[in-house]
């Protein structure tokens, strides 16, 4: 059974760093591209950044490059993204996605097959 677990959500302040855990069961984690994508209050569901299945490539959305930064521990099963310099428009629901059984990076919110539960950021 596939399950996406993510923790880490948290009320920071203003330029403050965050960091989000998404673990990961189900599924062969280390050839499978993961994401993180997110829901501000009202708005629609966007993608924020993903890795790809090697590991070797991250691509981020253009309001949080250089600020964000995802990763992954293959051993734990785990992709991270570090949250830096925290602006009020990174408030919102952040949701781990995989796409297991391809390849490539930067996947939109509808073409991702599995998702976690969400956890939420909120910045003031």
């Known amino acids: 059974q596939v399950q996406l677990v993510e923790s880490g959500g948290d009320l920071a302040q203003l330029g403050r760093s965050v960091t989000l855990s998404c673990t990961a069961q189900?599924?062969?984690?280390?050839?499978?591209?993961m994401g993180w994508l997110r829901q501000p209050p009202g708005k629609a569901m966007e993608w924020v950044a993903d890795?790809?299945?090697?590991?070797?490539?991250?691509v981020y959305a253009d309001d949080v490059k250089g600020r964000f930064t995802i990763s992954q521990d293959n051993a734990k099963n785990t992709v991270y993204l570090q949250m830096n310099s925290l602006a009020p428009e990174d408030t919102g629901m952040y949701y781990c996605a995989a796409r297991p059984g391809t390849v490539g990076c930067s996947f939109p919110p509808d073409r991702w097959t599995y998702w976690g539960q969400g956890t939420q950021v909120a910045v003031s």
């Open positions: 189900g599924f062969t984690f280390r050839n499978t591209p």
């Open positions: 890795i790809s299945a090697s590991g070797a490539t991250a």
